[in-house]
């Protein structure tokens, strides 16, 4: 890994004309609920503030702390800082990020204010400071409605809110004449870079913030030169001076800081471009002078790196490359939007990269800019997202514009950003939440036409990177084509795989408008993920007691509240099969790993796909479908899932994961190569001790499919066996596929079954079981549609199965009631997790069901269980919410029902696990 940059050179050069004190720490902060702070004058330096006012360490959110989990509105922070008089120079205050509406005075005199919760902004103090002690007092408004305001995932429906001050204070003091802005557009086809500068003379403000009282800069640019020097690992390797001219755009963004501007071309000979294997930076200095003598020293750092999109690919410095991402939102446990320690940024990105991501998705909010700086020196990609509102209108619009302007502003320079969103799922510009006074971006073309034009502005803004205008669908003029979807494997395998087809068969249909082509945006699914449970005793341990996203006043469903999940939990027959919650969170982490490893590998052998963004890295506060938990620790899959996201991939796609004992087992090997390195060598497998190779051959980046490579035979069994199916490729890490074997049916013949359809009948014939002629003379009857007749033959003594028609639907109206599962994508379904409790199915299916039950998963549960039932197959989503079964047993006067919702007619009826398991409880009915 190379990243000689370290910035020192700039830093160096800034020292001798430029100094900056730390304004972190211990300041004084008091809520104003009334608000009477303006009124009581609680700026000037020597009013006394309310009793209840207390210190806080800066930066801080006011919610970290439990007395104002809930608070909005106005709060106050004040703090003494020391400063010498500088002959000459200028005083500037700046600001990470506040969130929300700040206004800062120094010794009772304002200096300015600022709308916005996640950018930096800056105010020219000088006039207001004096030598030695200065009072600085920042007022801070976040308000209970942040409909209109770009705030994320802040409150309902998400997160914990976040107001006050949340990054770092500084107060610099700089030349009054000196360097603003140095922003540096790499040219990778000549090795050059372009350098421009932007320079300020004299007094006034240095941001867009707002400042009644700034004083107008002078225009003293008449003779100023600006000297450019690139510099590797601090020596340079191209320079250039040019002259400083008057800044012709005097109305960019309101800004009026930026007197004049000045462009170099520097040479980079033989440069090393960036990339997140090798993250090349160069350092780059800017010394302004007049007649001879400095001015001025200023530095900044970037890469030799491009990025594009054509013909449906990624490009990254002109090679082709497949994005391997994660979500990342950037909340943490205790802290919120800053990580509870200084050294988790880098651990994160460490950690990401070893799971074989090459890229971050900073979600719905702009990334923290320590956290770029680290991705830019580890090398890890990063898509960027400004924070959205929940209303579009004439305000949340401007505000919108202005941040993603801020954020391109602050972040042009750094590599490891290649691309930017506008909004997300139609937050703050279509109507994703159902409200009467919005219209959806799907069919509004007013608004089709606002984000059209406004991708045209982020593009002349940046030309450098890729622009996503409405990540998910809807898209109208974008450089990516990206959709989020939430499929559930084994459950849903299949209607996953029909929808790649459909995805990449179609790219327009998730287009709202073709302003931009279809065809040639590259398909990114950016979301898709399943849920893992979280260790919870470790969470609780590691807040000390409960923590304070439990139980949200506006959690509406307990699918996500885990206050009362114990409770919920003791309260089904979960307790059953794992002996605590440590054991069920580890059994769910594993059935998340089984679920996203077929999601991903799906993606990755197909050629139409070109990256996906799996959500997430980590588990955030409920929400636990991280690759990581809360705290950022490993959850059970961990040493696992670097198999399927590593630069080349060895897919096994068997034809059935279930198999009767004695057939041939049949599987293709895929090969997905990331790299642009060729592959020629021997694959290896084996399966039930015998094995096997087969030559793959591709090149760099593509794949390659070896259709029958795999062909074994299978033992013959008495009883059900497992078994792993595995593979190896020495580019690649090993992988494996779960067999199961299944024994030739071997029913009780002396037990009598009536089965109302006609391929579950000769299913079970087949397993061995007498067939009866009528209902009545059943010992067992398996019904797709039991009527009033079914009702009294069980309550007479019957015993009766329920199982689905050919669709898949249960018809039953007389013994359950049911609740649908949807049969294709579900937020529900991805948090959702099967448990077998039951004897007679344990030889079949695993206390999780996996690829035992492929193609049978149901589309329908029982609904009413309780306590009383026998519960045998369980069911649940979320936060032990929805507590169902998709097999279950209930006594009805002198007989039973069962309900079997998993899909055995029609082609299930050929699955062996599906017949077997009907079969087992046929026999265990009737021996009851």
């Given at each position: 890994?190379?990243?000689?940059?370290?910035?020192?050179?700039?830093?160096?050069?800034?020292?001798?004309?430029?100094?900056?004190?730390?304004?972190?720490?211990?300041?004084?902060?008091?809520?104003?609920?009334?608000?009477?702070?303006?009124?009581?004058?609680?700026?000037?330096?020597?009013?006394?503030?309310?009793?209840?006012?207390?210190?806080?360490?800066?930066?801080?959110?006011?919610?970290?702390?439990?007395?104002?989990?809930?608070?909005?509105?106005?709060?106050?922070?004040?703090?003494?800082?020391?400063?010498?008089?500088?002959?000459?120079?200028?005083?500037?205050?700046?600001?990470?990020?506040?969130?929300?509406?700040?206004?800062?005075?120094?010794?009772?005199?304002?200096?300015?204010?600022?709308?916005?919760?996640?950018?930096?902004?800056?105010?020219?103090?000088?006039?207001?400071?004096?030598?030695?002690?200065?009072?600085?007092?920042?007022?801070?408004?976040?308000?209970?409605?942040?409909?209109?305001?770009?705030?994320?995932?802040?409150?309902?429906?998400?997160?914990?809110?976040?107001?006050?001050?949340?990054?770092?204070?500084?107060?610099?003091?700089?030349?009054?004449?000196?360097?603003?802005?140095?922003?540096?557009?790499?040219?990778?086809?000549?090795?050059?870079?372009?350098?421009?500068?932007?320079?300020?003379?004299?007094?006034?403000?240095?941001?867009?913030?707002?400042?009644?009282?700034?004083?107008?800069?002078?225009?003293?640019?008449?003779?100023?030169?600006?000297?450019?020097?690139?510099?590797?690992?601090?020596?340079?390797?191209?320079?250039?001076?040019?002259?400083?001219?008057?800044?012709?755009?005097?109305?960019?963004?309101?800004?009026?800081?930026?007197?004049?501007?000045?462009?170099?071309?520097?040479?980079?000979?033989?440069?090393?471009?960036?990339?997140?294997?090798?993250?090349?930076?160069?350092?780059?200095?800017?010394?302004?002078?007049?007649?001879?003598?400095?001015?001025?020293?200023?530095?900044?750092?970037?890469?030799?790196?491009?990025?594009?999109?054509?013909?449906?690919?990624?490009?990254?410095?002109?090679?082709?490359?497949?994005?391997?991402?994660?979500?990342?939102?950037?909340?943490?446990?205790?802290?919120?939007?800053?990580?509870?320690?200084?050294?988790?940024?880098?651990?994160?990105?460490?950690?990401?990269?070893?799971?074989?991501?090459?890229?971050?998705?900073?979600?719905?909010?702009?990334?923290?800019?320590?956290?770029?700086?680290?991705?830019?020196?580890?090398?890890?990609?990063?898509?960027?997202?400004?924070?959205?509102?929940?209303?579009?209108?004439?305000?949340?619009?401007?505000?919108?514009?202005?941040?993603?302007?801020?954020?391109?502003?602050r972040d042009y320079n750094r590599p490891s950003v290649v691309v930017w969103s506008l909004y997300n799922e139609e937050w703050g510009i279509g109507n994703p939440q159902g409200l009467d006074e919005e219209t959806s971006l799907w069919e509004d073309e007013?608004?089709?036409?606002?984000?059209?034009?406004?991708?045209?502005?982020?593009?002349?803004?940046?030309?450098?990177?890729?622009?996503?205008?409405?990540?998910?669908?809807?898209?109208?003029?974008?450089?990516?084509?990206?959709?989020?979807?939430?499929?559930?494997?084994?459950?849903?395998?299949?209607?996953?795989?029909?929808?790649?087809?459909?995805?990449?068969?179609?790219?327009?249909?998730?287009?709202?408008?073709?302003?931009?082509?279809?065809?040639?945006?590259?398909?990114?699914?950016?979301?898709?993920?399943?849920?893992?449970?979280?260790?919870?005793?470790?969470?609780?341990?590691?807040?000390?007691?409960?923590?304070?996203?439990?139980?949200?006043?506006?959690?509406?469903?307990?699918?996500?509240?885990?206050?009362?999940?114990?409770?919920?939990?003791?309260?089904?027959?979960?307790?059953?099969?794992?002996?605590?919650?440590?054991?069920?969170?580890?059994?769910?982490?594993?059935?998340?790993?089984?679920?996203?490893?077929?999601?991903?590998?799906?993606?990755?052998?197909?050629?139409?796909?070109?990256?996906?963004?799996?959500?997430?890295?980590?588990?955030?506060?409920?929400?636990?479908?991280?690759?990581?938990?809360?705290?950022?620790?490993?959850?059970?899959?961990?040493?696992?899932?670097?198999?399927?996201?590593?630069?080349?991939?060895?897919?096994?796609?068997?034809?059935?994961?279930?198999?009767?004992?004695?057939?041939?087992?049949?599987?293709?090997?895929?090969?997905?190569?990331?790299?642009?390195?060729?592959?020629?060598?021997?694959?290896?497998?084996?399966?039930?001790?015998?094995?096997?190779?087969?030559?793959?051959?591709?090149?760099?980046?593509?794949?390659?499919?070896?259709?029958?490579?795999?062909?074994?035979?299978?033992?013959?069994v008495d009883e059900p066996t497992t078994g792993t199916l595995a593979a190896s490729l020495p580019a690649a890490p090993p992988n494996e596929e779960r067999i199961t074997v299944v024994p030739s049916p071997d029913a009780d013949p002396e037990i009598a079954?009536?089965?109302?359809?006609?391929?579950?009948?000769?299913?079970?014939?087949?397993?061995?079981?007498?067939?009866?002629?009528?209902?009545?003379?059943?010992?067992?009857?398996?019904?797709?549609?039991?009527?009033?007749?079914?009702?009294?033959?069980?309550?007479?003594?019957?015993?009766?199965?329920?199982?689905?028609?050919?669709?898949?639907?249960?018809?039953?109206?007389?013994?359950?009631?049911?609740?649908?599962?949807?049969?294709?994508?579900?937020?529900?379904?991805?948090?959702?997790?099967?448990?077998?409790?039951?004897?007679?199915?344990?030889?079949?299916?695993?206390?999780?069901?996996?690829?035992?039950?492929?193609?049978?998963?149901?589309?329908?549960?029982?609904?009413?269980?309780?306590?009383?039932?026998?519960?045998?197959?369980?069911?649940?989503?979320?936060?032990?919410?929805?507590?169902?079964?998709?097999?279950?047993?209930?006594?009805?006067?002198?007989?039973?029902?069962?309900?079997?919702?998993?899909?055995?007619?029609?082609?299930?009826?050929?699955?062996?696990v599906g017949v077997a398991s009907l079969a087992a409880l046929i026999e265990d009915v009737a021996s009851n």
């Amino acid at each position: 890994m190379d990243n000689r940059s370290s910035g020192e050179a700039g830093a160096s050069a800034e020292s001798d004309y430029r100094a900056e004190t730390d304004v972190t720490g211990t300041w004084q902060f008091a809520t104003d609920p009334d608000g009477v702070g303006r009124d009581e004058a609680w700026y000037e330096p020597d009013v006394g503030w309310p009793d209840e006012a207390h210190t806080v360490d800066v930066p801080h959110a006011w919610q970290e702390r439990d007395d104002y989990r809930e608070y909005t509105g106005t709060a106050w922070y004040r703090r003494t800082v020391e400063h010498e008089d500088g002959d000459g120079d200028r005083a500037v205050l700046t600001f990470g990020a506040v969130d929300y509406e700040t206004t800062v005075w120094v010794n009772g005199e304002r200096v300015g204010s600022n709308r916005g919760g996640y950018l930096p902004f800056s105010f020219d103090v000088t006039d207001a400071l004096r030598a030695g002690e200065n009072v600085v007092v920042v007022e801070v408004v976040d308000p209970d409605d942040i409909s209109e305001i770009p705030h994320g995932k802040q409150g309902a429906p998400w997160y914990q809110r976040v107001s006050g001050i949340w990054q770092d204070v500084t107060l610099s003091v700089v030349p009054p004449t000196r360097v603003e802005d140095i922003r540096v557009t790499p040219d990778l086809e000549a090795d050059v870079a372009r350098v421009d500068v932007g320079v300020t003379t004299g007094a006034g403000d240095v941001t867009d913030a707002t400042d009644d009282g700034a004083t107008p800069a002078s225009d003293g640019l008449d003779g100023l030169t600006a000297t450019v020097t690139v510099l590797d690992d601090g020596e340079p390797v191209g320079d250039a001076t040019v002259e400083v001219v008057e800044d012709g755009d005097e109305n960019k963004d309101g800004d009026d800081g930026r007197k004049g501007t000045a462009t170099a071309t520097v040479s980079v000979p033989d440069a090393d471009y960036w990339t997140p294997e090798s993250p090349t930076l160069y350092d780059v200095t800017v010394e302004l002078s007049r007649d001879g003598d400095v001015l001025d020293r200023h530095g900044d750092y970037f890469g030799m790196r491009s990025v594009e999109s054509r013909n449906g690919r990624l490009f990254l410095n002109g090679e082709p490359f497949t994005m391997r991402g994660a979500l990342d939102q950037g909340y943490y446990p205790g802290t919120l939007y800053r990580p509870f320690d200084d050294a988790l940024f880098e651990e994160e990105i460490r950690t990401a990269k070893e799971l074989g991501f090459n890229l971050l998705r900073k979600h719905i909010k702009p990334a923290h800019p320590e956290f770029l700086e680290l991705a830019d020196r580890l090398g890890i990609l990063v898509w960027e997202e400004p924070a959205n509102p929940t209303v579009h209108t004439q305000r949340s619009k401007r505000e919108v514009r202005e941040q993603i302007r801020g954020l391109i502003d602050r972040d042009y320079n750094r590599p490891s950003v290649v691309v930017w969103s506008l909004y997300n799922e139609e937050w703050g510009i279509g109507n994703p939440q159902g409200l009467d006074e919005e219209t959806s971006l799907w069919e509004d073309e007013a608004k089709q036409g606002y984000l059209a034009d406004l991708y045209e502005e982020a593009k002349a803004w940046d030309p450098t990177r890729l622009v996503c205008d409405n990540s998910g669908w809807a898209h109208v003029a974008t450089d990516v084509n990206d959709y989020h979807r939430y499929f559930v494997s084994p459950d849903r395998a299949d209607a996953w795989a029909a929808d790649i087809d459909a995805m990449t068969s179609a790219p327009e249909e998730n287009y709202a408008a073709t302003e931009t082509d279809p065809a040639e945006a590259p398909l990114i699914v950016s979301e898709f993920g399943t849920w893992g449970m979280c260790d919870l005793p470790a969470i609780e341990e590691f807040y000390g007691g409960t923590p304070p996203w439990f139980d949200y006043d506006f959690f509406d469903h307990p699918i996500k509240r885990p206050a009362g999940a114990y409770e919920r939990f003791e309260g089904t027959t979960l307790p059953a099969v794992f002996e605590d919650w440590g054991a069920l969170a580890t059994a769910w982490q594993e059935r998340e790993y089984r679920s996203i490893k077929d999601v991903i590998e799906r993606m990755r052998v197909d050629d139409g796909v070109a990256g996906y963004v799996i959500t997430e890295f980590s588990d955030i506060e409920w929400e636990f479908n991280g690759i990581l938990d809360y705290r950022r620790e490993e959850k059970a899959f961990h040493d696992d899932f670097a198999r399927v996201n590593d630069d080349v991939l060895v897919r096994i796609d068997v034809a059935d994961h279930v198999v009767s004992a004695g057939e041939t087992l049949a599987a293709d090997v895929v090969v997905c190569n990331d790299t642009t390195d060729a592959i020629d060598d021997e694959l290896e497998w084996s399966l039930f001790g015998r094995s096997g190779s087969v030559a793959v051959t591709l090149d760099g980046f593509g794949t390659a499919r070896v259709s029958d490579a795999i062909q074994v035979e299978v033992p013959s069994v008495d009883e059900p066996t497992t078994g792993t199916l595995a593979a190896s490729l020495p580019a690649a890490p090993p992988n494996e596929e779960r067999i199961t074997v299944v024994p030739s049916p071997d029913a009780d013949p002396e037990i009598a079954v009536y089965a109302d359809a006609e391929s579950i009948l000769a299913a079970l014939e087949d397993a061995g079981f007498a067939s009866a002629p009528t209902l009545a003379a059943a010992d067992v009857a398996v019904l797709t549609d039991p009527d009033a007749d079914a009702r009294v033959h069980v309550e007479d003594g019957g015993d009766v199965l329920v199982v689905p028609d050919g669709d898949g639907h249960v018809a039953d109206g007389q013994f359950f009631e049911y609740r649908d599962l949807p049969e294709e994508e579900s937020w529900n379904l991805v948090a959702c997790l099967f448990y077998r409790d039951d004897e007679a199915l344990a030889p079949l299916v695993d206390e999780v069901p996996g690829w035992e039950f492929e193609g049978l998963y149901p589309y329908d549960v029982v609904a009413d269980v309780t306590r009383e039932d026998d519960v045998r197959v369980g069911y649940v989503e979320g936060w032990i919410a929805n507590w169902s079964a998709a097999a279950v047993t209930r006594e009805f006067g002198e007989g039973s029902a069962t309900a079997f919702t998993f899909r055995v007619a029609g082609a299930g009826s050929d699955q062996p696990v599906g017949v077997a398991s009907l079969a087992a409880l046929i026999e265990d009915v009737a021996s009851n």
